[in-house]
T-cell receptor, first 116, second 115 residues
Framework: AQKITQTQPGMFVQEKEAVTLDCTYD???????LFWYKQPSSGEMIFLIY??????QNATEGRYSLNFQKARKSANLVISASQLGDSAMYFC?????????????FGTGTRLKVLA | EAQVTQNPRYLITVTGKKLTVTCSQN?????MSWYRQDPGLGLRQIYY???????DKGDVPEGYKVSRKEKRNFPLILESPSPNQTSLYFC??????????????FGQGTRLTVV
């Protein structure tokens, strides 16, 4: 069965420092996508970054990068130079294709607090 | 502007009173889905639809109904709400395929309280 695991319920990071949010996944699909979403206190879900299972390079989007280690089935989100506005809940998600349903599976989330 | 619109944003209702949460998207996406978000459980899929007139159960479908009569709309129906359906609900849409560019676009969320 497909599963996403986020083992850090909450984390703190000092402003301007880098932080890594962990995500491991389990799937029997050969083709899949990995996503990270941010949910600020206002509640909306904001897409941050995508990594395809066949992508050889780690994805980057501004201060966000995805540390993709396929053999370990991990897709950690790295936020560089943290800002106060990065304080939010972060969700890792996976979407598989070979089952035909293209279903999203979400982790339980990590709440990040950036300290001034 | 590309968006998914959910209504209402907030709703307090009583046990057993039927309600509908509407969801509409303007991106011509085939895939639409409903999630509920509960503390410590993340987002769990309730129902999804891969296209018009094609719907299927997600992980937590009990107590919910959906319909997909038009491509843009995907309402969530609670025929007889119960307090355990108190939650934050999200509608989302995306392309119906794998790969880049298939991220889900989410509505603003509906916070439902059933008393």
């Amino acid at each position: 069965a497909q599963k996403i695991t986020q083992t850090q319920p909450g984390m703190f990071v000092q402003e301007k420092e880098a932080v890594t949010l962990d995500c491991t996944y389990d799937t029997s699909d050969q083709s899949y996508g990995l996503f990270w979403y941010k949910q600020p206190s206002s509640g909306e879900m904001i897409f941050l970054i995508y990594q395809g299972s066949y992508d050889e390079q780690n994805a980057t989007e501004g201060r966000y990068s995805l540390n993709f280690q396929k053999a370990r089935k991990s897709a950690n989100l790295v936020i560089s130079a943290s800002q106060l506005g990065d304080s939010a809940m972060y969700f890792c998600a996976m979407r598989g294709g070979t089952s035909g349903t293209y279903k999203y599976i979400f982790g339980t989330g990590t709440r990040l607090k950036v300290l001034a | 502007e590309a968006q998914v619109t959910q209504n209402p944003r907030y709703l307090i209702t009583v046990t057993g009173k039927k309600l509908t949460v509407t969801c509409s998207q303007n991106m011509n996406h085939e895939y639409m889905s409903w999630y509920r978000q509960d503390p410590g459980l993340g987002l769990r899929q309730i129902y999804y639809s891969m296209n018009v007139e094609v719907t299927d159960k997600g992980d937590v479908p009990e107590g919910y109904k959906v319909s997909r009569k038009e491509k843009r709309n995907f309402p969530l129906i609670l025929e007889s709400p119960s307090p355990n359906q108190t939650s934050l609900y999200f509608c989302a849409s995306s392309l119906s395929q794998a790969g880049g560019g298939t991220e889900a676009f989410f509505g603003q969320g509906t916070r439902l309280t059933v008393v």
